[in-house]
Structure formats: structure tokens, C-alpha cells
């Protein structure tokens, strides 16, 4: 729907999405644009629109004598470019597309002039991204930042948002979020969330997931038929979102809400006992975190150390990188709160849906462009800056270091190099760091995993990234929510792969953990049990829920049944095979 149609009336109506965090939320819609996660959404009375219009003329014209001072005082000696982007700047905001459709949507909509031009802006967003030529797709950040600068004019000068609610009782409706406006969302305690794009294993879901919030993505069109302030019902488990539910469904949900919240607070009692099956096979379990601070939560759901840093996070939401001691601090602080425990720093993973403030996505098709450990060979010196970094801390704890999608030799064989001139740096200046430090690789593209024999002789540890195993190996962008539906992480291939590789890592002695969403999904805890994994890595968010199927689990008895699975090509009835083999013991408790 473009933004100046006219939304819908406020009925009851339902939408189905993908669920991608568990539990219910009910709460009240909350919009959010991609310009500005901070922008608010109010009305504005008849008799003061022209006011709010005039207001947004005023930001225009000032914005437009900003750029013209900008203009005129270029320095002598300046580059070319910053003439051409500063006439591009002016240019694009003289275009009626900017200056006049968000006067429309202020009076078709009567709302405010900053939610109308982000609505615009989204719009606009929309249309580049669709363009063939990568140049004309480039200029999006040009139209990015005009906007931020007219509505930085707007600052301070709007109406109060009527009184907002407690944010515990808003969900967020936006069009899209990056997996940097997640971390944003660190800070709030926001009740849940819903996303017209995303898919299920997309970062922006992999965070939901952290943050143990009930969330839907790939819902189309909710954001252009929700109004701020109406009532909702997320179901994550479902991916059902309900809109202005009636009183019988909200009390439904409710009962359904406090059920839920009763199964977590029974499994909080599995906290301290021992991981094991019941047929007494130890196995572990990690946390992956984000950020230094979700080292406590990693802790207090009894996790046995960390099994994915995804440090790439540090560099997230700010216009600087961060320095070699801010780093090591860092990892530092995790280090010490892990007292002893292994963590699993991984390297930087930047590229395709994660980059670094105002750089762009990577190439025409990000998953498959310049990403992970490809990006830090092309930018060696932010590489070694960070290896400097890990090391570093390495003598506080037990750290090791891993490497993010892994598919060539020369791409292990460069990387150990780097590592090596790391450490002679270090060494030659005397700096102290754990020489027995251990490095390992993801196992996420299908050529590492079908070339394992190499890697296993190259690396000290494995670690299964299933989430990027399944989109290489299925070719489905994990972000693209239109094909969603052929995520499928039963699908044989995929099953291969991994017991495949868990089996051939075992039998060189190679230690091999899952790290991927598979880890943290309960119905495929038996299944990764039988393929003979004993490391499981998920956000702390899910680890007592897994514990609780691994205590539940004889490991005798479900070999066979899992081999079976994975020579199943029909999904229907390798879904139904999986649900036995999940049934099974069960039924015997
Ligand atoms: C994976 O790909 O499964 C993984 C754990 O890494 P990420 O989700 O960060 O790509
Ligand atoms: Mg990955």
C-alpha cells in the first residue's frame, strides 16, 4: 500500500506472519520508521493542520538554506564529490516527492509532518531498493540523509505525542528493522514486536529470540493497516497477529499468556541441575550473546560457557570503529564474568544485513558478497586490530577465537597467518597472551562441509552455523521474507550436512558444536542428540527449555530413529517422523 492511501478502519482483523519468538504479548501498536526508530506517530487536530503543514515547510526551507550555505562554502581544496552530493542533497529535496507528497499525507492522514515524511521516506526506500543499476540503488542514502536532516529541523519544534503508554505495554510495528535497531532495542522493555519483512532466521528474528520477546515477521502489510495506540495480540508461536481483538479473544490470550509464563518459571528450577541425558551422556550447553552485557543473562540461566560472541555487534549503531582497547575490554569483561568457562569470541561477521554505519550492504547480493571473514581479509589492518584485541584478553579467561564462514583453504590459510602476525606483534612488545589459545571455524557454507577433512586438520574446533548452512545450501536469502516458505531445516540436504559433519568431526577427535537457531530449537534437540552432537550453543533466552529435552532423552534410543529423518525427502512426513521421534520418550515419562 502506498503511504498517502487511506488505513484501515478500526475492526477486528487477523494476519499471519512468521513466527519467530515464543510466548503471547498484548499491548498496544506502537509505529516506528526506518529513518528514525525514535519518531513519533500523533494525531493532529482538523483545525491545526495548516500549522502542522506550515511547519514542515518551515524545516524544508531551512534545510534548503543549510545545503546552500554547505554550497557556497566548500573549501578550496575539497574533493569534487562533495559538490556533487551536496547539489545531489538539494536536488533531492527540491523533488516534489519530498517536499510535497508528506504535505498530502499530513492532511490525508492528519498526522504529524515527521511521521508523514518517514512514511514517505519508507515509500522511497522501497523504490531504490527495487532498482536494477547498484549506483541509482546507492543514492537511498542519499535520500536517508536529506530526511534525517529536515527532521532534524523539526526537532524540538512538534506537539507533544499524546501521553505515551509504559513501553512494557507497547509492540512495535515497523516496516522493517535492522539487526542494529534491535540492539537498540536493548534498552527499551518493549512488550513485542511485528515486521512486514524478515525472515525467520534473519538477525533482526535471531535477536528477538535474545531478547525473549514475542515477535511476527513477514507480515506484508500490517504496518500501513495498523493505527498507533490500537490494541494487539502477537503470537509468536503461531505468527498470528490479532488487531483490535474482542473481549472473548483477549481473554483467551490471556489465559493462554499466563500459561506460558508458568512453563518458564518451571523450567527456572533446572538451573543448577546437571546437563546430561538420562542414560547419564553429559552434554553441553552455551550461550551465544550479542553484547559484553548479555554475559549476565548467559550466566544466570546456568549456561556452561560461550559458545558464539557475534562481536560484530560492537561495531553496530555508531559512526566510529571501535579501538583495539575498546575491544579488548570488551571481551575482557566477558572473559572475567565467565570465570574460567570457555568463550567463543567470533570474528567479525559484518557485511550483508549487519554494516557498519553508512556503509553500504555490500555489493549487489549481500549474503553472497564481501562478508565475515571475506570482509576482514579485504580490510586486514580492522582485522588484525581485533585479533590484537581477542588475544589480548585471551589471558583472562579461556577465549578462543572463531571463524565466520570459512569455504576456501587460502581463506584458513590467510586467516592463521593473520592470527600469527598478531602474536609476533604482541610478542615483540612484550604483551602477555594465552599461547595455547584455540582456533576454530564455522561450518556454514555447504563447501566446507563437503571439504571438512581440510579444515579438520587446519582447526582446533568446529562449530556448526546452521542458520547460514540452511540459506547457502537451500539458496534463500535468510532476510527475504518471500521465500520464507522454503526454509526448511529438514530438508534432506541440509541433514546431511550436519550429522555428517558432526560424525566426521567425532571421529578425528575435533570438538563440534551447533551454533546456529537448530541449537536453540527444542523440537530438534533429539534429532541433533541422535547425529551423536553433545554442544549445543543458543541464546541464554532457550537454554533451560533444551536442557529440559536432554534430560528427558536416552541417547540409545534415538539413533536410529534420527537417521531415519534425514533420508526422508517428503516434508510432511519428515516433519511427522521428527514429531515420533520427539513423541517417543515422552510418552514412556
Ligand atoms: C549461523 O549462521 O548459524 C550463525 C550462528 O551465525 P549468524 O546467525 O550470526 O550468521
Ligand atoms: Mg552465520
Not at 146 to 154: D, G
Not at 278 to 307: H, K, R, T, W
Not at 434 to 449: F, L, N, T, Y
Amino acid at each position: 500500500m502506498k503511504p498517502n492511501e487511506s488505513p484501515e478502519t478500526s475492526a477486528s482483523f487477523t494476519l499471519q506472519g512468521a513466527g519467530v519468538s515464543g510466548g503471547i504479548a498484548i499491548g498496544h501498536a506502537h509505529l516506528v520508521s526506518t529513518a528514525r526508530l525514535e519518531v513519533a506517530h500523533y494525531e493532529i487536530p482538523s483545525h491545526e493542520i495548516d500549522a502542522e503543514v506550515a511547519r514542515f515547510d518551515r524545516a524544508i526551507a531551512q534545510v534548503e538554506g543549510e545545503l546552500s550555505a554547505l554550497q557556497a562554502n566548500v573549501p578550496p581544496g575539497a574533493p569534487l564529490e562533495m559538490k556533487a552530493i551536496l547539489n545531489l542533497h538539494a536536488m533531492l529535496l527540491k523533488d516534489s516527492a519530498l517536499s510535497a507528497v508528506p504535505r498530502e499525507l499530513i492532511r490525508n492522514r492528519r498526522c504529524n509532518a515527521e511521521w508523514a515524511l518517514t512514511q514517505q521516506l519508507d515509500y522511497l526506500v522501497a523504490q531504490f531498493e527495487e532498482m536494477e543499476d547498484p549506483y541509482l540503488r546507492e543514492r537511498k542514502q542519499d535520500v536517508v540523509q536529506v530526511v534525517e536532516r529536515v527532521l532534524a529541523a523539526m526537532l524540538g519544534t512538534g506537539h507533544a505525542p499524546a501521553a505515551p503508554s509504559h513501553e512494557e505495554d507497547l509492540i512495535v510495528v515497523a516496516h522493517d528493522l535492522s539487526p542494529a535497531d534491535m540492539i537498540l532495542f536493548k534498552q527499551h522493555r518493549y512488550a513485542g514486536f511485528v515486521t512486514d519483512l524478515g525472515g525467520v532466521t534473519s538477525h533482526t528474528a535471531i535477536l528477538a529470540r535474545s531478547l525473549a520477546l514475542p515477535a511476527i515477521v513477514g507480515l506484508h502489510h500490517a504496518r500501513g493497516m495498523i493505527r498507533e495506540g490500537e490494541t494487539l495480540i502477537v503470537d509468536g508461536r503461531e505468527g498470528v497477529l490479532i488487531v483490535n481483538p474482542g473481549e472473548r479473544v483477549l481473554a483467551e490470550y490471556r489465559e493462554r499468556a499466563r500459561r506460558i509464563e508458568s512453563e518458564r518459571e518451571k523450567l527456572k528450577r533446572l538451573r543448577s541441575s546437571r546437563s546430561a541425558t538420562l542414560d547419564g551422556v553429559p552434554v553441553e550447553l552455551l550461550a551465544n550473546i550479542e553484547l559484553p552485557q548479555d554475559v549476565e543473562e548467559a550466566a544466570e540461566a546456568g549456561a556452561m560457557g560461550i559458545g558464539l560472541f557475534r562481536s560484530e555487534f560492537l561495531f553496530l549503531n555508531r559512526d566510529d570503529l571501535p579501538s583495539e582497547d575498546e575491544q579488548f575490554e570488551a571481551y575482557r569483561k566477558v572473559a572475567d564474568a565467565m570465570h574460567g568457562r570457555p568463550v567463543t569470541i567470533r570474528t567479525l561477521d559484518l557485511g550483508a544485513d549487519k554494516s557498519i554505519n553508512g556503509a553500504d550492504r555490500g555489493g549487489p547480493n549481500p549474503a553472497l558478497g564481501l562478508r565475515a571473514i571475506r570482509f576482514c581479509l579485504a580490510e586486514p589492518q580492522m582485522f588484525l586490530t581485533q585479533l590484537r584485541a581477542i588475544l589480548r584478553a585471551s589471558r583472562y579467561g579461556k577465549i578462543r577465537l572463531l571463524i565466520p564462514m570459512l569455504a576456501h583453504a587460502h581463506e584458513v590459510e590467510q586467516t592463521l597467518a593473520a592470527v600469527r602476525q598478531a602474536r609476533e606483534m604482541l610478542d615483540d612488545q612484550r604483551i602477555p597472551y594465552d599461547h595455547r589459545i584455540q582456533i576454530g571455524g564455522m561450518i556454514e557454507v555447504p563447501a566446507a562441509a563437503l571439504s571438512l577433512p581440510y579444515f579438520l586438520k587446519k582447526l582446533d574446533f568446529l562449530s556448526i552455523g546452521t542458520n547460514d548452512l540452511i540459506q547457502y545450501t537451500l539458496a534463500i536469502d535468510r532476510t527475504d521474507d518471500t521465500v520464507a516458505h522454503l526454509y526448511n531445516p529438514l530438508h534432506p540436504a541440509v541433514l546431511q550436512l550436519i550429522a555428517q559433519t558432526i560424525r566426521r568431526a567425532k571421529r578425528a577427535g575435533t570438538p563440534v558444536a551447533v551454533c546456529g537457531e537448530m541449537a536453540g530449537d527444542s523440537m530438534m534437540t533429539r534429532l541433533l542428540l541422535g547425529f551423536g552432537l553433545r554442544e549445543f550453543s543458543m541464546h541464554p533466552a532457550q537454554l533451560l527449555a533444551i536442557k529440559n529435552e536432554v534430560l528427558r532423552t536416552r541417547i540409545m534410543e534415538i539413533e536410529k530413529a534420527a537417521a531415519r529423518v534425514t533420508r526422508e525427502h517428503d516434508p510432511v512426513r519428515a516433519r511427522a517422523l521428527l514429531d515420533k521421534l520427539n513423541a517417543w520418550e515422552r510418552g514412556r515419562d
